[in-house]
Protein backbone atom coordinates (compact mmCIF):
# COMPACT_ATOMS: atom_id res chain seq x y z
CA UNK A 1 0.00 0.00 0.00
CA UNK A 2 1.27 3.23 -1.21
CA UNK A 3 -0.05 6.93 0.32
CA UNK A 4 0.57 9.92 -1.43
CA UNK A 5 0.08 13.17 -0.47
CA UNK A 6 0.51 16.52 -3.01
CA UNK A 7 1.16 20.03 -1.81
CA UNK A 8 2.76 22.95 -3.56
CA UNK A 9 -0.39 24.09 -5.72
CA UNK A 10 -1.80 27.88 -5.74
CA UNK A 11 -2.45 31.01 -7.70
CA UNK A 12 -0.38 32.25 -9.56
CA UNK A 13 -0.27 34.78 -12.65
CA UNK A 14 0.91 33.60 -16.32
CA UNK A 15 4.50 33.06 -17.40
CA UNK A 16 4.85 31.98 -13.30
CA UNK A 17 6.33 29.34 -11.74
CA UNK A 18 5.18 26.34 -9.16
CA UNK A 19 6.48 23.28 -7.80
CA UNK A 20 4.82 20.82 -7.00
CA UNK A 21 6.20 17.99 -4.51
CA UNK A 22 4.46 14.85 -3.90
CA UNK A 23 5.12 12.65 -0.83
CA UNK A 24 4.69 8.81 -0.44
CA UNK A 25 4.58 6.67 2.22
CA UNK A 26 6.45 2.92 2.48
CA UNK A 27 9.68 1.73 2.00
CA UNK A 28 9.98 0.38 -1.78
CA UNK A 29 9.28 3.88 -3.56
CA UNK A 30 11.89 3.44 -5.86
CA UNK A 31 10.16 0.60 -7.14
CA UNK A 32 7.23 2.14 -8.33
CA UNK A 33 7.03 4.83 -11.53
CA UNK A 34 5.41 7.74 -10.91
CA UNK A 35 3.20 10.04 -12.81
CA UNK A 36 1.65 13.63 -12.47
CA UNK A 37 -1.91 14.03 -13.94
CA UNK A 38 -4.39 16.90 -14.15
CA UNK A 39 -7.98 17.15 -13.88
CA UNK A 40 -10.15 20.67 -15.39
CA UNK A 41 -13.61 21.31 -14.60
CA UNK A 42 -16.13 18.59 -16.45
CA UNK A 43 -12.97 17.24 -18.52
CA UNK A 44 -11.40 14.10 -18.52
CA UNK A 45 -8.16 13.69 -16.35
CA UNK A 46 -5.14 13.90 -18.37
CA UNK A 47 -1.25 12.62 -18.47
CA UNK A 48 1.16 15.40 -17.73
CA UNK A 49 4.67 13.61 -16.91
CA UNK A 50 6.02 10.13 -15.54
CA UNK A 51 9.33 9.34 -14.04
CA UNK A 52 10.69 5.71 -13.91
CA UNK A 53 11.88 4.27 -10.35
CA UNK A 54 15.19 5.40 -11.12
CA UNK A 55 14.38 8.65 -12.65
CA UNK A 56 16.25 8.17 -15.59
CA UNK A 57 13.17 7.92 -17.98
CA UNK A 58 10.45 10.37 -18.18
CA UNK A 59 8.21 11.47 -20.51
CA UNK A 60 6.05 14.37 -21.18
CA UNK A 61 2.92 15.27 -23.91
CA UNK A 62 3.69 18.01 -26.14
CA UNK A 63 1.14 20.42 -24.11
CA UNK A 64 3.69 20.46 -21.08
CA UNK A 65 7.47 19.32 -23.02
CA UNK A 66 9.74 22.18 -22.22
CA UNK A 67 7.78 23.68 -20.13
CA UNK A 68 7.70 21.16 -17.19
CA UNK A 69 9.94 18.97 -14.95
CA UNK A 70 9.40 16.34 -13.35
CA UNK A 71 12.39 14.53 -10.79
CA UNK A 72 12.13 12.27 -7.61
CA UNK A 73 14.05 12.38 -4.89
CA UNK A 74 13.58 8.30 -3.56
CA UNK A 75 15.73 9.07 -0.36
CA UNK A 76 12.97 11.73 0.48
CA UNK A 77 9.91 9.40 -1.03
CA UNK A 78 9.20 12.68 -3.34
CA UNK A 79 8.63 13.14 -6.51
CA UNK A 80 8.80 16.88 -8.23
CA UNK A 81 7.01 18.70 -11.28
CA UNK A 82 8.54 21.89 -12.26
CA UNK A 83 6.10 23.44 -13.94
CA UNK A 84 7.58 27.22 -15.68
CA UNK A 85 5.65 29.34 -18.23
CA UNK A 86 2.29 28.66 -16.80
CA UNK A 87 -0.50 29.23 -18.88
CA UNK A 88 -4.21 29.80 -17.96
CA UNK A 89 -5.06 26.67 -19.84
CA UNK A 90 -3.05 24.92 -16.81
CA UNK A 91 -5.41 25.40 -14.72
CA UNK A 92 -6.40 22.02 -13.01
CA UNK A 93 -6.23 19.99 -9.95
CA UNK A 94 -2.79 18.09 -10.29
CA UNK A 95 -2.62 14.15 -9.15
CA UNK A 96 0.46 12.49 -8.99
CA UNK A 97 0.19 8.55 -8.76
CA UNK A 98 1.97 5.15 -8.61
CA UNK A 99 2.78 1.98 -9.87
CA UNK A 100 4.98 -1.02 -10.01
CA UNK A 101 6.51 -1.21 -12.78
CA UNK A 102 8.10 0.65 -15.81
CA UNK A 103 6.39 4.58 -16.33
CA UNK A 104 2.59 4.78 -18.16
CA UNK A 105 0.92 7.66 -19.94
CA UNK A 106 -2.83 6.35 -19.42
CA UNK A 107 -4.07 6.85 -15.71
CA UNK A 108 -5.72 3.84 -15.76
CA UNK A 109 -2.27 1.70 -15.45
CA UNK A 110 -1.76 3.24 -11.78
CA UNK A 111 -2.26 2.01 -8.64
CA UNK A 112 -2.28 4.57 -6.13
CA UNK A 113 -3.67 8.06 -6.20
CA UNK A 114 -2.87 11.42 -4.10
CA UNK A 115 -6.34 13.51 -3.19
CA UNK A 116 -5.04 16.12 -5.52
CA UNK A 117 -3.59 19.87 -5.71
CA UNK A 118 -5.69 22.98 -7.23
CA UNK A 119 -3.55 25.02 -9.75
CA UNK A 120 -5.02 28.04 -10.63
CA UNK A 121 -3.06 30.52 -13.60
CA UNK A 122 -4.46 33.76 -14.01
CA UNK A 123 -4.26 35.94 -17.28
Known amino acids: QVQLVESGGGLVQAGGSLRLSCAAS????????MGWFRQAPGKERKFVAT????????AYPDSVKGRFTISRDNAKNTVYLQMNSLKPEDTAVYYC????????????????WGQGTQVTVSS
Open 97 to 112: AARGGSPRYSPTGYDY
Open 26 to 33: GRTFKSYA
Open 51 to 58: ISGSGEST
